[in-house]
């Protein structure tokens, strides 16, 4: 069964979307965007309030992948290249999930502010330019030196997984060289077609002056 994008469109068209590089504040954004303009807040990873035991190792086998892994050492030495496929294929299982929650958290009519991994070719048929953001990082790359610089439950439990592997160095030098990887396939974030916002200060405070754009373009 298929569903047409039209049809999807026309359920979501209260959601408003923002995708782009890690560390360019998308998680910030989403979550003042809706404190201050009282939208529904949808996180990243919300396709987790999928029942875990519902999944199916056949047709989800990337979001069923740490149930079935030897261990985090496993996980944590993929080469980047086996990341990057992992990744893409959690990408495209998502979707699917991302999509029927979204549809029933937009029900009710109010608005919907998510930070999403729905890749652009995707957003565009299901949206259009004026519900979707791009935030970008300049350097693009930043995260391979950034990333355990945040005070995050989940960046200090991937640290504490990384130190009890049997190279910690080795692993950690690995997991930073992930967000190195630039295959061709990898979608260009600069021409997306969509409206987007780049990050170059990470010293200074500019929350206010990104929420200020991305609201005016989100028509809020």
Known sequence: ????DNIIKHYLQNVYFINGHSYAGKSTMVRMLAQRYDMIHCGENYHDVFPREKLSRWKQPGLCYFDTMSGW????????????NWIQEVSREC????????CKLAAGGKKVIVDTNIPPDILWEISDYH????MLC???DITSQLFFNRDDPDKKFMMDRIKECKDPEATLKNFNSW??????EEIDWLHT???SVTRSDF???TREEVLAALAKHFGL
């Open 1 to 4: 069964m298929q569903i047409s």
């Open 131 to 134: 519900r979707v953001a791009i």
């Open 73 to 84: 050492e496993e996980w944590l030495n993929m080469t980047p290249e086996e990341h990057w």
């Open 193 to 195: 077609g969509f409206f």
């Open 95 to 102: 979707v699917e999930i991302e999509i029927m929650e979204l």
């Open 138 to 140: 300049d350097p693009p």
């Open 179 to 184: 967000a190195l990887y630039h295959p061709q």
């Open 203 to 205: 010293v200074n405070d």
